[in-house]
């Protein structure tokens, strides 16, 4: 159990550090996270919660007596995940609207916008009805801006295995130590 709760806490940090890495290169340049990444991240972040929740079944699990400790430690994992998603967003997200300060070729406000790649053309629709045709660097800018508000999702999601971890292991050392 000690090894499997060991690896469980190492895979978790790893994960977490990972999507940080990532969300910070981002941030540093012109990067633009991989699908593989940007949805590989949460989905291994859910699968690593399950098999922690797996570990620990026995001390996260409801029964019929009351823990408080235990539903503290729950509500705990869910404070840090949501906590650092809402910390986070400004760093990574910050101002950036695609609609804001806007004008449509018409001279209209813009009111919305949408990005599409066909046949090797890079191509933006304003308001429905404008497609003005954009440089392949100017779509790659665009679909890299559009993660920035998902990013601190990232790090909240791999917060979940590891906070979880750290909860499982200190009831579990509870439930010894009073056993002891």
Do not use: C
């Not at 999507?19 to 699968?47: C, D, H, K, N, Y």
């Not at 503290?72 to 994992?77: D, M």
């Not at 308001?127 to 790659?140: C, K, P, V």
């Amino acid at each position: 159990m000690k090894l499997l709760a060991s690896i469980a806490l190492a895979a978790s940090i790893a994960l977490l550090l990972v999507a940080v890495a990532m969300a910070e290169r981002w941030l540093q340049g012109q990067w633009e996270i991989p699908s593989v990444l940007f949805f590989g991240t949460p989905l291994a972040a859910i699968a690593l919660s399950g098999v922690v929740f797996l570990l620990f079944r026995r001390e996260l699990a409801t029964d019929s007596k009351h823990d408080t400790l235990r539903n503290v430690g729950l509500a705990l994992v869910v404070a840090v995940a949501v906590g650092s998603m809402v910390l986070l967003r400004d760093r990574y997200h910050g101002d950036y609207s695609p609609l804001r300060d806007r004008t449509a070729p018409d001279g209209s406000k813009v009111t919305s916008v949408s990005w599409t790649e066909r046949d090797g053309r890079f191509i933006e629709t304003v308001n429905g009805r404008f497609q003005i045709e954009l440089t392949q660097s100017q779509y790659r800018e665009i679909e890299r801006m559009h993660q920035a508000p998902f990013l601190s999702g990232l790090i909240g999601f791999s917060t979940i295995p590891a906070s979880l971890t750290l909860v499982g292991l200190f009831l579990t050392w509870r439930r010894r130590a009073g056993a002891a």
